[in-house]
């Protein structure tokens, strides 16, 4: 018996020392690859706090299955795990509320026209001060609310024996025989402060899930699938040198109708900040995009053969593989999460009956799907929530991605990851019961003062944007719409 304890309780601690080191090295290529050449070789430290914090949100999914398979092998480590959530917990709501905001100050106050040691002092004072406010702002929130509404209020059962028969009568004593009345009530309980700060971060990231998320799920699948569809096809030289002169007659009108955009936001801040000249500026950075993308294409058609035929497939093999994935997710949503009974347990059998197979085999499964919602919260942002007016774009492009959309990707992910974490145990509550996190979860955040209820309608408003997604993601993405340099110099002369 002794010996069936120590080997899983082996098992486990070496594994959860081997994910965070693979999840740093997939982090770090991760930066690497995506890094635009222009921008590889500045902001390094904010770099390396990137593939920090994608390492954290990374272990906060991953430490679910972790929980389950300790629960269910009874690997010895609850105490160790309990450490470990409330560890990754508040390196989260440091990185969110401190870190991250000092990193993109940092990275965005960097001035061409100073060097050296003052460049360095300007950039850190910058960051400081923004951080300090940001940290401040954030530490009064959820200290002044945590006054109120840092109670949990648990839904209890109390018997009472009586001799008599009474419509309430629920059970019997069997040591005694006499018959139980009962009373619903609640039981008050007074929350960490730290569980608390992570459930209004929760919240905030639920926000950031439930949109991005719920439309990332049609968006991802789809952008994938399209990147093969759209994928540049090989052209002789004639035609690549009228496509050149095409493109660069093009890019010559968008340098003209920059200048004319840069003159009227120079007028004063009244015109600047008018939803005309918002709307005008966005139609015209998209249009840049666009000739930018196009003529990467034609590039690639002509100097490359149209490019690496295998890179498309597997992005259509790969998308077809998320689409998959987002469908058995709806399925899951409609049968065990939006129903009050549930029809059948879902995913949560599936995993089960891998673990069965071979614990490692569920904990791979979970993650799967776990890992999806991730990718999809972040592809949603990209693909979807950055067209929408007033949202600020932050592209991830292959190659050509600078320092400050990593580091704002990484507080999306990490905020997010929160969320999951919290989705995830409502979701796969049959799978995860009994664990440190289904307790911490159910037991505490879902029963907070006022908040809690709120809490437990969000998983239907994320099902209800899945739909909207793939709405938008019809309209936005498949559709293709593109405005000409006519269209934006007449809404300039409007």
């Given at each position: ?42 902001g390094?430290?904010?770099k ?52 991250i905001?000092w ?63 009474d ?12 018959k ?27 926000c ?14 789809l ?21 050149q002169k ?21 007028e ?11 709307r ?24 490359r ?51 069965y197979?071979?614990?490692l ?42 320092t ?15 969320t ?75």
């Open positions: 018996m002794v010996a069936d304890q120590v080997v899983p309780n082996i098992f486990l601690i070496v594994c959860l020392g081997i994910i965070p080191a693979l999840l740093l090295f997939f982090s770090f290529i991760f930066i690497v690859a995506f890094s635009s050449p222009d921008d590889r070789f500045q390094i430290l904010p390396i706090l990137c593939i920090f914090g994608m390492t954290v949100a990374g272990c906060i999914i991953l430490i679910i299955p972790f929980d389950v398979w300790n629960t269910q092998q009874a690997g010895g480590i609850t105490g160790v795990l309990e450490i470990i959530w409330q560890v990754l917990f508040g390196t989260v709501a440091l990185l969110i509320c401190l870190i905001p990193a993109l100050l940092y990275y965005e106050s960097f001035d061409p026209d100073k060097e050296g040691p003052r460049l360095i002092i300007h950039q850190c004072i910058w960051g400081t001060v923004g951080a300090i406010c940001v940290f401040i702002f954030a530490g009064l929130i959820i200290g002044i609310s945590y006054i109120w509404l840092g109670n949990a209020y648990l839904p209890v059962v109390q018997y009472t024996s009586t001799g008599s028969f419509e309430k009568v629920i059970a019997v004593d069997y040591l005694t025989g006499q139980l009345d009962y009373i619903n009530s609640s039981l008050e309980i007074r929350m960490s402060f730290l569980v608390y700060a992570i459930a209004i971060l929760s919240l905030i990231g639920w950031c899930f439930t949109v991005c998320g719920g439309c990332g799920m049609t968006a991802l699948p952008e994938m699938i399209l990147w093969f569809i759209y994928r540049p096809k090989k052209i002789d030289k004639s035609t690549y040198l009228l496509q095409k493109y660069a007659q093009r890019a010559q009108k968008l340098i003209e109708i920059g200048k004319k955009i840069n003159d009227q936001r120079r004063g801040i009244r015109e600047r900040t008018s939803a005309k000249a918002i005008t500026y966005r139609e015209f950075k998209d249009a840049v995009y666009q000739v930018e993308d196009d003529f990467k294409k034609v590039k690639i058609a002509y100097e053969g149209g490019g690496w035929i295998v890179l498309y497939i597997i992005s259509l093999l790969a998308g077809l593989l998320m689409f998959a994935i987002s469908i058995l997710w709806i399925i899951h949503l409609i049968i065990y999460a939006i129903p009050q009974f549930p029809f059948w347990g879902g995913l949560n059998d599936v995993f089960r009956g891998l673990d197979a071979f614990p085999f569920g904990m791979i499964g979970y993650s799967i799907f776990a890992f999806y919602l991730l990718a999809a919260t972040v592809a949603g942002n990209i693909f979807i929530a950055g067209r929408i007016p007033f949202c600020a774009i932050y592209p991830i492009k292959f190659k050509d991605t600078f400050s959309s990593f580091l704002f990707n990484t507080g999306l992910m990490l905020v997010s990851s929160i999951i974490v919290q989705f995830c145990s409502t979701v796969f509550s049959k799978y995860a019961q009994t664990t440190v996190i289904e307790v911490m979860i159910n037991t505490y955040v879902k029963h907070m003062l006022g908040i809690g209820y709120v809490f437990k309608y969000l998983h239907y408003v994320f099902f209800a944007f899945i739909f909207i997604g793939f709405v938008m993601a019809i309209v936005n993405i498949a559709v293709k719409k593109r405005k000409s340099e006519k269209q934006l110099q007449a809404i300039l002369d409007a």
